[in-house]
């Protein structure tokens, strides 16, 4: 196995190991392995040819092919993740600020196991950069070091949508005003300690830019981290809108999908598949716009959508326009969505099908109800496909508040359907590429 050990959040220089053994503890500088490139302590290029395997990691250093090159604490300078190797997040790997990670399309990263402080998890701290621009035909897949996804794969053959929490997840952060509670502008993104400041996130800059973020597929994760606490499949932090998010997909992951806390990155084109909480989670005041989103719930899966609004005074309004659902009805608590805490914002253009006559969409709490009443929350062309047993759309409508003409005013905004006969919702051909596509899941 080669293994490229980053400083571990301390050290600011990158050190490049061709030939060790598998254990990070004990690195062993191979001065004289003729591998035809500069290792380690070496002050030139070799002349090349074999390299011995390091003992104990399957083989594929110098001479063979590459296997697997391993990522571990802080990239503290500009770094290129190519696709002729599986790369392998050991631990939180951190890229800086002021850095730039690049990932290039059809690239393979597979998370280490661990839970609580060994899960592992690739983060972008303020300021830092991620360039993972994938394509349809060649997308950037993380997952698992359990899976036997090889290069030039989309898939392997040993893991589904039902294997998860089996590494950490994806957490950007960024600069972009987000609604904490006493109005501090700074926060710590859940999952990582408090005196890890590569987990604030937070700022005054709405125009901030994390980098690009497309066509990649987040599989197998959630790795616990505390009791309850999972990390999403993909966490957006304080994230501005300079940052492209577009072609995301999560499969299988403990906990939620993608969660927005704060910021207002716009995002599109995001596939959630078979997760184990909710798919779409927005928290503190995001105000960005999500467009063409498909969520397909597992027979674990929470909400479909859990909306939060802002936790300070700082407000602000998201916009979901263009989404599909699709139930379970097997799921204990997969309900369509749950509207909570003062939520704000615009959901238009939904189609909902496959729940269970006990699933519905819900107004959870006064702040949201008020909001509902001011405007300030607005549901705009809903079809859904009801239930068995269901006879009017305004029984999937629940104002747990009884303050509101929610119900009274489904007749505005929601109608029942057959499938196949919507006219709103996403466009599901351009989730051709992923995983769940391949899994028949649409």
């Not at 070496?42 to 990691?57: F, Y």
Request: aromatic share 6%; glycine share 16%; charged share 20%.
């Amino acid at each position: 196995m080669k293994k490229l050990i980053l400083t571990a959040f301390a050290l600011s220089a990158l050190v490049f190991t061709s030939c060790n053994s598998d254990d990070d503890t004990s690195i062993e500088q191979l001065a004289t392995c003729t591998d035809g490139i500069q290792n380690g302590l070496e002050t030139g290029v070799d002349c090349g040819g074999p390299c011995a395997a390091c003992p104990g990691d399957g083989g594929g250093n110098g001479g063979g092919a590459v296997v697997d090159e391993d990522l571990a604490g802080l990239i503290a300078q500009d770094l290129t993740l190519t696709n002729d190797v599986i790369w392998e997040l050991n631990g939180k790997v951190v890229v800086g600020n002021g850095v730039t990670l690049t990932i290039e399309p059809g690239t393979i990263i597979k998370g280490g196991e661990g839970t609580g402080s060994l899960a592992s998890a690739l983060i972008v701290a303020r300021g830092g950069m991620i360039d993972a621009r994938g394509t349809a035909e060649q997308p950037i897949i993380f997952t698992s070091v359990n899976d036997n996804i090889q290069i030039g794969q989309l898939a392997g053959t040993n893991l589904d949508e039902n294997d998860r929490g089996l590494w950490g997840g994806v957490i950007i952060l960024g600069y972009a005003p987000s609604s904490f509670e006493g109005d501090s502008e700074i926060s710590q993104i859940e999952g990582i300690p408090a005196d890890d400041d590569f987990g604030r996130y937070g700022g005054s800059d709405p125009e901030d830019n994390s980098g690009f973020l497309e066509y990649v597929s987040i599989r197998h994760g959630g790795a616990l981290i505390g009791s309850g606490n999972e990390i999403n499949g993909l966490t957006l932090g304080g994230v501005g809108r300079g940052t492209t998010i577009n072609h995301i997909e999560i499969v299988g992951n403990v906990d939620d999908g993608v969660e927005w806390f704060g910021g207002n990155v716009n995002s599109s084109n995001i596939v959630v598949f078979a997760g184990g909480d909710d798919g779409l989670d927005i928290d503190q005041a995001y105000s960005g716009t999500i467009t063409n989103a498909l969520v397909i719930q597992g027979n674990i899966s929470d909400h479909a959508l859990e909306i939060d609004g802002p936790e300070g005074t700082l407000q602000g309004a998201f916009i979901i326009d263009g989404l599909t659902i699709i139930g379970d009805p097997t799921a204990p608590d997969g309900e369509i969505a749950d509207f909570r805490d003062g939520a704000m914002g615009t959901i238009k253009n939904v189609f909902i099908k496959g729940f269970g006559p006990a699933q519905d969409v819900e107004l959870d709490d006064a702040g949201s109800a008020g909001n509902y009443n001011s405007g300030s929350l607005v549901f705009d062309a809903w079809e859904i496909v009801l239930p068995e047993g269901v006879s009017n759309v305004a029984d999937i409508f629940n104002d747990t508040t009884t303050s509101t003409t929610l119900k009274a005013d489904t007749a505005n905004f929601a109608t029942a359907i057959n499938d196949g006969e919507e006219t709103v919702g996403a466009d599901l051909s351009v989730f051709d590429w992923t995983f769940a596509k391949m899994r028949g899941a649409f």
